[in-house]
């Protein structure tokens, strides 16, 4: 009898009441709380995965970054677009003989500065220098379209409509046309996100950066149309190549808008998300439309315990694409 007691404990391990999987978070705090301006970059998050909101702009929370890492692609990003940015501030004429010589010059200058590992400069120095000459040909054929070209350019804050929510933005450059049109660009060094998300304004940076424009955001240039609003990929063997956002598929099965029509739809959409987080009721959810559902590199799916509620499988109530 001893014995069949300690051997019965084993088997109570498996009778246990079900529990139900933990719930997708979706808080709900007080108006009061909830931020009152945003940046455009920041729109994106906010339908993709609000949580993310809630945990940077509400709570504060921030990534603690780790004591040892090598730079990344988003370094690389940022170190190409920097130089490019100040080869456009210097006001370099690309037609120049000399283009080239001063931007490898720059991009030097700012390799250094970084002090990148040996093994990683070997790798992103031949990738730039590969870059110069179809950078160059790419400002030259467009060059007789430019007046002005404007890098790092800054908007000031407009309020949405009646939310009182306000919204600004940075372009990484607006050229402005001799028929006193703009372009709106976008340097992008990674395939995300595409032209097709922009457009469908699942990324909707440019389009709202279109909408800043026409509303005189951008002091530099005043209140224009835009003509264009493109990606320029940098590819990492040295092509480049401009996307604009404004046309996807085909012209039998397709889409196709101007940009001023495609900066209104993005600024009536943010009118309606923005009234929708006015709702003390609307809550801001976890991961509602992720770039894809097995990523889960999110500064916080941990607090927002993503494996936990997603292994209950998709909930009701995310918006779908």
Known sequence: ??????????????????????????PKPPLAARPRHFSVTEIETLRRDPYAI???????????????????????????HNILAHFTEQGIDPLDANAARRLLEIGRQYFDDIALPEEIDAVWWPRF????????????????????????????????????????????????????????????TGSTPS????????????????????????????????ADLLYVRLRPNGKVDPESILRIGTAANGSEKTAPELGDLSWLRLNELLTAYGDPHKGYLSRALPFRESDLTGDYDHLARVLEWSAGGAEEGGEGE
């Open 1 to 26: 009898d001893r014995g069949a007691k300690f051997l019965g404990w084993p088997g109570e391990i498996d009778h246990a009441p079900d529990e139900d999987f933990a719930k997708r978070p979706e």
């Open 54 to 80: 809630f945990a940077k702009r509400i709570l504060r929370l921030r990534p603690i970054e780790p004591l040892i890492r090598d730079p990344d692609v988003a370094e690389r990003g940022s170190l190409f």
């Open 129 to 188: 220098q590969s870059l110069v000459p179809e950078y160059l040909n790419w400002e030259r054929l467009r060059d007789h379209l430019i007046s002005e070209r404007h890098p790092e350019i800054a908007s000031k804050k407009i309020v949405v409509e009646a939310t009182g929510v306000t919204l600004s933005g940075r372009a990484d450059r607006v050229d402005l046309r001799r028929d006193g049109t703009v372009d709106i660009i976008d340097y992008k």
């Open 195 to 226: 032209k097709r998300q922009a457009h469908v304004l699942l990324s909707p940076q440019l389009a709202l950066e279109a909408a800043l424009l026409a509303r005189g955001a951008f002091h530099q240039v005043g209140p224009r149309k835009a």
